[in-house]
């Protein structure tokens, strides 16, 4: 565990990663080869008391249909959080995505979102879109990924006394990535993936994404997993910081 822990440390202060508005998944594919049914249920939960009060839940899973050729990968999220008695953290996604062999260099993507995001002002966010997935290298430890797509929004501002910039906005942002995954042992394994998406209608509009993610096995059913994940808006909505950066810790179950 010691490596693990160091491994985790140095994850945290050299790598830049997360997204706002697409779900990273690479963390979260299952790298079996088996057809049928399989997903994953997560939980994080973190606390204080006395100088500081807070508290901060989150809950998430996955469901995965593999076949042959082809995979659906369904993921949700809920997080809740308090800090001295007041509410700091509320926000939720739900991400279904379709993945379609073409051969063992090429896929296709599909996928839909829906989120929202109290803190950073976002009631809601719907959107839509595709791509293509290319298979830069494979092997038996891990791979690496690019994809190019793009995706249409729809996004829903709250209202705030002073501010302008409410109501709801729709648009098309390119959608490209980097993704990894390597299996450092039979215990330990590492994902990343890095998004660029700009607007469609203005490049100065874009988002860089990025989220990692490290998991370690402690039994056949459960892993230790930790999750860095950081966003960067070149134009976010009035009041919100352009960088949001985010980790958790918590424990995974699979079936």
Do not use: C
């Not at 565990?1 to 985790?8: D, G, I, N, T």
């Not at 989220?211 to 909505?237: E, F, G, R």
């Amino acid at each position: 565990m010691r490596a693990a822990h160091w491994l985790a440390i140095s994850l945290t202060s050299l790598t830049p990663i997360l997204a706002q508005a697409i779900v990273n998944i690479e963390g979260m594919r299952n790298q079996q080869t088996e057809q049928g049914l399989n997903g994953a249920i997560n939980i994080d939960i973190s606390g204080a008391s006395g100088n500081t009060d807070k508290t901060a839940v989150s809950l998430g899973g996955r469901i995965l249909w593999q076949e042959k050729k082809s995979s659906t990968l369904l993921i949700t999220r809920l997080s809740y959080g308090e800090s001295s008695g007041s509410r700091d953290t509320n926000k939720s996604f739900l991400h279904l995505r379709h993945i379609a062999e073409k051969n063992d260099e090429y896929a296709l993507e599909s996928f839909t979102q829906i989120e929202q995001n109290e803190f950073s002002r976002l009631d809601f966010r719907g959107l839509i879109g595709g791509g293509l997935r290319i298979n830069l290298k494979q092997s038996d430890s891990g791979y690496l990924a690019a994809g190019l797509g793009a995706f249409y929004s729809s996004e829903t501002l709250s209202e705030r006394s002073g501010l302008t910039d409410d109501g709801i906005e729709r648009l098309s942002r390119l959608n490209s990535y980097l993704a990894f995954n390597y299996q450092l042992n039979p215990q330990t394994s590492i994902s990343s993936t890095t998004y660029y998406q700009p607007a469609f209608k203005e490049i100065k509009d874009f988002r860089l994404l990025e989220q990692a993610s490290l998991k370690v096995k402690l039994s056949d059913v459960l892993h230790l997993k930790v999750t860095l994940d950081i966003a960067h808006d070149n134009q976010p909505p009035q009041t919100v910081e352009k960088t949001d950066t985010s980790y958790r810790t918590g424990i995974e179950y699979n079936f």
